[in-house]
Every structure is written in C-alpha cells, then in structure tokens.
C-alpha cells in the first residue's frame, strides 16, 4: 500500500462507534482550502476552497455556519529564540518592528470566511482587520473577537454589520485568542513578547496584563473555577493562570522535546490535552494535580487540536504530514489517519448538517 493509501485509512474500526450528527472542518494554510470530515467514519466529504492562508477556524454557536481566518500575508521562517524562548531582533531591527508585513503582503486576502455548513461552501468573507490568525466567538455568536498579527492590535468584529466595532492595541504578533466560559472577557497571547491581554467584552477595554515566557500559543480554560491554561511553545511550558487575579499561579515543564501549541480542557474538566508540535505527540495531563499521565504519539508537528462533541475522541492537525490523527480517548491511542491538504493548521467541529 502506498504512503497516501495508509494516511487515508482507519487503523482500527472505529465506524461503528462514531457520531454520524457532527463533521469535523480543517483549515489547511497552503493549499487555500478547508477539509471536511465526516464524523460517522472519518471520511473525507468535501474540499472547500476559501482563500488565502486559512489558519484559525471555529464554529459558530449553532453549527450552522464555520468561520476561518484568511490573510495574504506570507508565511515566514520562524524567528531565532534567547535562552528564555523570545524572538532575537536583527540589528538595528526593534520589537516593535511590523516585520510581518512588507510588500508582498496581499490585503485584499486578508478577512473572515464564512462557510455554510449544510452546503460546505464558503458564501462571503467580512472584513477583520490586517492579517487576522486566530479568533473567538462571543458567547451569544454574534461577535467575532480577532488577533491581527502584523499590527499589535485585536479587532472585534460585528457579524450582523460585517464592520469592525473595536481596535484595541495588544503586545508585538498576537496569535491565540480565547472567550472565556462566563462570556464577560477574552484572552490575547501575544507570541513575541509573552504578553496576556485580558479585555472586557463590555467596553472592549484592557481589564489585565501579565506575562509568560516565550511564544504563548493558545488559552483554554477550566470550568467552573477561575483556572486558564497557556501553553509557552519556546520554553515547552504550561502556564496554569488565575483568571480572577490575572496571573501566572504555576508553570509546569513538559516532556523534553515538548513545543505545546494547542491545549484544550475536556468536557468534565478531569483531563487537559496538549499538542507538542516538533515532538509529534498529544500530552495528557490531570487537570488539577497537572500530572502527566500519557504522552499519545499522533502525525508530524500536531498544531491545532479540537475534541468530539461526546468527548470520545481527539482530532490533531499534523502540519508536515499534511493529516488528521483520530485518537480515541477511551484508549488514547491513535486509531485513524485521515490525509487533509496541504499544512493543516486548525480544527473545528460543526455539530450536524
């Protein structure tokens, strides 16, 4: 069997257990395009072209339509780390530098897509700001709350309107963006500098500031209790935040090799999941002794990572082998490869069709 025939089949059978009422959508940033998955057997269903630089992808409330974040700025090589994981400027180049732009840079790419679920198509694309990476939603839907990585700033954006309400400057390449449960604040991680921004979704205003080292990825938080967690890519840490007092409560190392990107918290609030990225493996923690209790071998370079509805299994985006890995969380093993386009970076789910 050839190497695309393996990615592409199930490696243990799972179609009898899976949930045929949800399809999982992944943004692939170089091929300009999203993957549908069936949710009944992890098949392919569709391949949506949406423009360029796909990244951040999330569902809305509903499930009715999937957003994607689009820009026309290109990629770049990652940038050289100190020992405490921060980006090491060229001379004569400052951080605040807007060194992801420049020329080449497309910004009539650059937007939200909007994708119909029901006819996996994308019908529109609304204006976010210059070179929008990640976002969240507002907890009713309606707003769409964005990093813009080239500019230091995050955008709130309006769905009903299509405009952009609110520009509120945040630290140098914000990247992760998070609402948390109450709906009342949302996180930006800026990678650059470390940078938390903490701002109200009342008045759109900076409620808190703290900083992590280098190269914060993503937030996600434990429900019901004021605990956030951020994964550090550079230093293989994971910061645990009180997100009352804002600020860092402890940082737990990761395994040797460990490059955390993604951490999400499960449904029951017992287990955190944490893609390594460069070391290839899903982490897998006790969401409140921060115990490691497994370490789940998945594709190459696992970015983006998103769970089942039911919560029995975990979907990782693995950029270079240009895959899903389905692990089954019952065993929290690998038991699917599903081939993706080209350098799938997000994951989301959208609830039935």
Not at 122 to 133: C, M, R
Not at 301 to 329: C, T
Not at 333 to 353: H, L, N, Q
Request: proline share 7%; net charge negative; aromatic share 6%.
């Amino acid at each position: 069997m050839s190497l695309l025939g393996f990615l592409a089949v199930v490696l243990t059978p799972v179609s009898s257990r899976a949930d045929p009422s949800y399809q999982i959508f992944v943004s692939n940033e170089k091929s300009e395009n999203v993957t549908v998955i069936n949710g009944s057997d992890f098949s392919v269903a569709a391949t949506i072209p949406v423009g360029k630089r796909p990244r951040g992808i999330h569902s809305s409330p509903d499930g009715r339509t999937v957003y994607v974040a689009l820009s026309g700025t290109p990629v770049k090589a990652p940038p050289q780390i100190d020992a405490k994981g921060n980006p090491v400027f060229s001379k004569g180049q400052s951080k605040d530098d807007d060194d992801d732009d420049g020329d080449t840079a497309d910004k009539a790419a650059d937007g939200i897509g909007v994708i119909d679920v029901a006819g996996r198509k994308l019908i529109t694309k609304l204006n976010a700001g210059s070179d929008p990476e990640e976002f969240a939603l507002s907890k009713d839907g309606k707003r769409i709350y964005i990093s813009n990585e080239d500019v230091k700033t995050a955008s709130v954006l309006n769905i009903a309107t299509g405009k952009v309400e609110n520009i509120i400057p945040v630290g140098q390449e914000p990247e992760g963006v998070a609402t948390t449960p109450d709906g009342k604040q949302f996180y930006i991680t800026c990678e650059a500098g470390g940078d938390i921004f903490v701002i109200d979704t009342a008045g759109y205003k900076v409620a808190g500031h703290f900083k992590v080292n280098g190269r914060p990825r993503s937030v996600d938080f434990l429900p019901g209790a004021p605990i956030g967690f951020i994964p550090s890519e550079s230093a293989g840490e994971l910061n645990v935040i009180d997100t009352a007092g804002f600020k860092v409560l402890q940082t737990i190392q990761l395994p040797p090799g460990s490059r955390p990107m993604r951490v999400r918290v499960a449904p029951d609030g017992k287990k955190l999941y944490i893609s390594e990225g460069r070391a290839g493996t899903i982490s897998v923690l006790d969401a409140h002794s921060y115990e490691l209790l497994n370490s789940i071998k998945v594709g190459a370079r696992p970015w983006g990572i998103e769970l089942s509805p039911d919560g029995k299994y975990l979907f990782s985006a693995n950029g270079p082998s240009n895959d899903i890995s389905v692990v089954d969380l019952t065993t929290e093993k690998e038991v699917a490869r599903v081939k993706a386009g080209t350098s799938p970076w997000g994951v989301t789910i959208a609830k039935g069709r």
